[in-house]
T-cell receptor, first 113, second 114 residues
Framework: KQEVTQIPAALSVPEGENLVLNCSFT??????LQWFRQDPGKGLTSLLL?????REQTSGRLNASLDKSSGRSTLYIAASQPGDSATYLC????????????FGTGTLLAVQP | GAGVSQSPSNKVTEKGKDVELRCDPI?????LYWYRQSLGQGLEFLIY????????KSGLPSDRFSAERTGGSVSTLTIQRTQQEDSAVYLC????????????FGPGTRLTVL
């Protein structure tokens, strides 16, 4: 059974700092991995999608990496801003017949001005 | 264009009542997913629909939960005889192809069972 874990559960940093969020998964047979952000009382917004054959994806100040063999992904946020404050979730889409997303437990990020 | 919409945004009901939650996916998206986000359980998959194929119901927690998708578009999630542990945010998502594409999420319906 696929299990997805995120570390840390919560993180508070001063504005301008670079930071890394971690995601690990137990079954390396995945189709892709996504990073989402969730703002309080709102749905999820997709940030980056990495296919299983890819090693990383970049969008603006965000960079996500994937090491499928070790079951790890990182989300790097450069020059953090208060507007980055949110909960960040990683999710894997499994291989085989399943097409559902398995979500991690999330990291609550607070960027202090 | 319009995103995924869900209604109602909030629903308060009494234990034992039935509730219906609605999802309108992005036009043209063939796959539709329901997830539940509750305290202590995180975000968990419930059910997905893909075109005319039989839905994957493997995430439904009990037979009190059911969902249908009419005309390949709008979906309704029904919870019968609601229990307090059903209180959660129910999220709907859609995607244009089944595999390897981003799922676009709606804002969710917050269900509170008293």
């Amino acid at each position: 059974k696929q299990e997805v874990t995120q570390i840390p559960a919560a993180l508070s940093v001063p504005e301008g700092e670079n930071l890394v969020l971690n995601c690990s998964f137990t079954d390396s047979a995945i189709y892709n991995l996504q990073w989402f952000r969730q703002d309080p009382g709102k749905g999820l917004t997709s940030l980056l999608l990495i296919q299983s054959s890819q090693r990383e994806q970049t969008s603006g100040r965000l960079n996500a990496s994937l090491d499928k063999s070790s079951g790890r992904s990182t989300l790097y946020i450069a020059a953090s801003q208060p507007g980055d404050s949110a909960t960040y979730l990683c999710a894997v889409k499994g291989g085989g017949a399943t097409n559902k997303l398995i979500f991690g437990t999330g990291t609550l990020l607070a960027v202090q001005p | 264009g319009a995103g995924v919409s869900q209604s109602p945004s909030n629903k308060v009901t009494e234990k034992g009542k039935d509730v219906e939650l609605r999802c309108d996916p992005i036009s043209g998206h063939t796959a539709l997913y329901w997830y539940r986000q509750s305290l202590g359980q995180g975000l968990e998959f419930l059910i997905y629909f893909q075109g005319n194929s039989a839905p994957d119901k493997s995430g439904l927690p009990s037979d009190r939960f059911s969902a249908e998708r009419t005309g390949g578009s709008v979906s309704t999630l029904t919870i019968q005889r609601t229990q307090q542990e059903d209180s959660a945010v129910y999220l709907c998502a859609s995607s244009p192809r089944l595999v390897k594409d981003t799922q676009y999420f709606g804002p969710g319906t917050r269900l509170t069972v008293l």
